[in-house]
């Protein structure tokens, strides 16, 4: 503990990282905020937390952060400072010009995970009310877009189905493409916990990740799969399953369609799809997959958790509902310990989806083209809204390439660092007429931009965040905004810049609490939610309704959302992006413990201390062929781009696969990564790269 003496005043607030949740008592003194106590309270993290949360604060005061708005005419002119009202104006001329001269649909927004959900809500709001198009999309696009395709296909809704809770409860575990001791480390200090009191582990990944084994546990089966063939190995699972009689009738015949689990069945049980016929596709022993479905099936309590390693494919939909199918299957939702749960990376991206972020949802996973859905906002917002379907990220900057898409607005999100194809992405801003950018820091897409809103940190606003098990935690500002006003204010006052001179009646929310109650009005799932209720209960867990006034910690326990569970055909197809003589080698990437995402937040504290660089691990047999010593510089390339970082040679990662992480900018990790995606939701297929690998001189 570090000794602060005592602190003046402390505010509980939620952690802005993963999506775990944690809360922490923020200590004062003054205005300096000087230590974060993780929150005994906290119905997540229950008084633990890892080095983000605990550590990564100080970005909040970095000096890089913009304090004051700033506009420019072109994006080759310096930045000139502004009054709020300046950049307001300007930014709503320009905004509008656009409009008047390339049409209602040529703009669009890009919402926040790491904003609040209030904020969001606000966001979406701005493009349906104000802009009146759909083009609002989230960074979910490219890490779980495919889980809500996938879960509300087959279950009905786009969320986790337990709370963290319920993994102590769980014999069986099943990981699959994620490593929760970097990415969620309180979640798997509670999965760990479970595995020392005796649950057996599967683990399903192409690195050997610290997930995999630790001081008093080990994976029982490690399936350490081909990257990209994450279908082909969960259809075998289900092979094994429909083969050996494993299945539980009684469950499928309550509570799936017999009709389609009939039809699932007969394609599962082609002997096409059996451990033996894939060996080879995979490189996963077909006993080991023979023995990982046997103790799925049969080991009682069976939960599995999952992350972008079985999103962020060509068939990352695909395996969502493959994994959706397995549960069903063994009937293993519904009830504690069991079930299946997408780990979800950044704190808020549950929340982003809920409030209507995509272009095709609005708030509560309603589609734009249901009439009711769309009368309830048009009473309260007195605007008609478009029945038709917005743009996806990708294709506003495909369309900007193209020339019809040409203002956009976005919040909390470098997309130039983070989205695929970062030339296409530098090609479509470069192609617009208006580019807002709101963030803490001049990230990489404000290169491109001629507004930018300085935005405020989590520590700068109250609102709510809602985390991976569905929960809405309360975030309170614990100092003022550094640069004078909560992200949802900016927003607010782009929306009537935009609205003056148009008749319509001004927004006036003067605290997130009533974007929240215009929440709870609208959307059925958020029905019975408020600020006093979270705070008398101290969290609550979406759906809150009539039915379920304090929350819903376990969701499809007398039946699914949609009714009866869907098995659906899983078919594996090859992605495009082949290895050959030039590209041998396949990259997939991941995170370390004390860094988040590209790193513009934890590279601006102390936690860079302990990953200095991105290191590129390879097997010792493909150092060893192409001259490699440990810590040397190699070039690392593909077909869109290139790159250097140093070798970490180990075996953690097998022959023929390459890994790396992407928090530093320099990595430039998305120079590399394909234009490839998800066949139903366009998520880019980071995980899946063919690569060459060489000595290099550095970079
Ligand atoms: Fe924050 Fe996630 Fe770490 Fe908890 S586990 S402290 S939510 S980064």
Partial sequence: VLDIGTPERSVVTTCAYCGVGCQFKAEMRGDELVRMVPYKH??????????????????????D???????????????????????????????????????????????????????????????????????????ARVCHSPTGYGLGQTYGTSAGTQDFDSVEEADVIMVIGANPHSGHPVFASRMKKRLRQGAKLIVIDPRRTESVEGPHYRAQHHLALKPGTNVAIVTALAHVIVTEGLYDEAFIRARCDWDEFQDYMEFAADPRHSPEAIELLTGVPAAEVRGAARLYAKGGNAAIYYGLGVTEHSQGSTTVIGIANLAMLTGNIGRRGVGVNPLRGQNN??????????????????HVKNPEARAIYENIWGVKIDPEPGLRIPNMLDAAVEGTFKGLYCQGEDIL???????????????????????????????????????????EKDGTFTNAERRINMVRKVMAPKQGYADWEVTQMFANAMLE???????????????????????????????????????????????????????????????????????????????????????????????????????????????????????????????????????????????????????????????????????????????????????????????????????
């Fill in 42 to 63: 906290g119905k997540a993290n229950r008084g633990h937390s890892c080095v983000k949360g605990r550590f990564a604060y100080g970005y909040a005061s970095h000096k």
């Fill in 65 to 139: 952060r913009i304090l004051s708005p700033m506009i420019r005419d072109s994006i080759n002119d310096p930045w000139q400072e502004v009054s709020w009202s300046e950049a307001m104006a300007f930014a709503a001329n320009r905004m509008k010009a656009v409009q008047e001269k390339y049409g209602r649909q040529s703009v669009g927004v890009i919402t926040s995970s790491r904003c609040t959900n209030e904020e969001t809500y606000l966001v979406q709001k701005l493009t349906r009310a104000v802009f009146q198009n759909n083009n609002t999309d989230t960074c």
């Fill in 349 to 366: 991206v549950q929340g982003s989806c809920d409030m209507g972020s995509f272009p095709h949802e609005l708030p509560g996973y309603r």
């Fill in 417 to 459: 660092q983070s989205d695929p194809d970062t030339h296409h992405v530098a090609a479509g801003l470069a192609a617009m007429e208006c580019v807002i950018v709101h963030d803490l820091f001049l990230n990489e897409t404000a290169n491109y931009a001629h507004v930018f809103f300085p935005g405020s940190s989590f520590l």
């Fill in 501 to 699: 001179g148009s008749g319509r009646a001004p927004w006036g929310y003067t605290h997130p609490t009533q974007i929240m109650d215009e929440i709870a009005t609208t959307t059925p799932s958020f029905a019975g939610v408020s600020y006093e209720k979270i705070e008398t209960l101290g969290s609550v867990q979406w759906p809150v309704n009539d039915k379920a006034p304090e929350g819903t910690p376990l969701v499809h326990v007398d039946g699914f959302v949609r009714g009866k569970g869907k098995f659906i055909r899983t078919e594996y197809v090859a992605t495009d992006e082949k290895t050959g003589p030039k590209f041998p080698l396949l990259l997939t990437t991941g995170r370390i413990l004390s860094q988040y995402n590209v790193g513009a937040q934890t590279r601006r504290t102390g936690n860079v201390a302990w990953h200095a660089e991105d290191l590129l691990e390879i097997h010792p047999h493909d150092a060893e062929n192409r001259g490699i010593r440990q810590g040397d510089w190699v070039r690392l390339a593909s077909r869109a781009g290139q790159t250097s970082l140093r070798a970490d040679i180990t075996d953690k990662v097998s022959p023929g696969v390459v890994y790396t992480t992407f928090h530093h900018p320099d990595t430039q990790a998305n120079v590399i990564t394909t234009d490839f995606s998800d066949w139903a939701t366009n998520c880019p297929e980071y995980k899946v790269t063919a690569v060459q690998v060489s000595p290099s001189n550095g970079p």
